[in-house]
């Protein structure tokens, strides 16, 4: 929902409930003789069931009336799909998202910019072995950056525009069985 405070204050909020449903089986194979894979008459059934919920709060400051000032919280998620769950990966990813912003409209420029912060929990992925079983590991991710996006207007319907993005991302806490993945 939205709430304008005051002539220069909106704030919004919003959530949703999700929920997700896999449910299905995937052919097993195996080695031919000659080292190529086959197929075999085998199936594995799957199943998961996860549900979250998803919100997000914000809101922005008119300082004038061609500048402005923007927060916003989100969280969201990230689940299993069909293909990866038959990998034992069945964790649901989620995703905290904070940025604050500063906007600039006048008839001739168009400045938007921002800073953020994005911090991935319970992000799974899996290795094979050797001998041809798989292990998983869960871990994090952390990013941050900043970006920027302007117009020109020329005039006679010609603008000129540009921006661009600063990311700096890095994994964490990917350790299994004493050996960390992070980078």
């Known amino acids: ?14 959530a949703r409930f999700q929920y997700h449903h ?5 052919r097993n194979t195996g080695t031919a003789p000659d080292g190529t894979a086959m197929f075999l008459n085998t199936y594995v059934d799957q199943k998961t069931d996860s549900h979250k919920i998803s919100a997000t709060v914000g809101g922005d400051y008119a300082l004038t009336s061609d500048v402005g000032l923007w927060a916003r919280y989100s969280r969201g998620n990230v689940f299993p799909q069909f293909d990866t769950v038959q990998s034992g ?21 168009h400045l938007y910019t921002n800073v953020f912060y994005n911090k991935f929990r319970d992000i799974q992925n899996f290795d094979l072995a050797a001998d041809g079983s798989t292990f998983i590991r869960t871990g994090a991710a952390n990013t941050y950056g900043a970006e920027i996006d302007t117009t020109l207007i020329v005039g006679g319907g010609f603008s000129v525009g540009g921006g661009g993005t600063y990311l700096h991302a890095r994994y964490t806490d990917f350790i299994d069985g004493g050996v960390d993945s992070s980078g």
């Open 1 to 14: 929902d939205e709430w304008k405070v005051t002539d220069q204050l909106r704030l919004d909020a919003g």
């Open 22 to 26: 896999i449910e299905g089986s995937y």
């Open 89 to 109: 990966l069945v964790g649901t990813q989620t995703v905290d998202a904070f940025e604050v912003g500063l906007n600039h409209t006048t008839p001739w420029v």
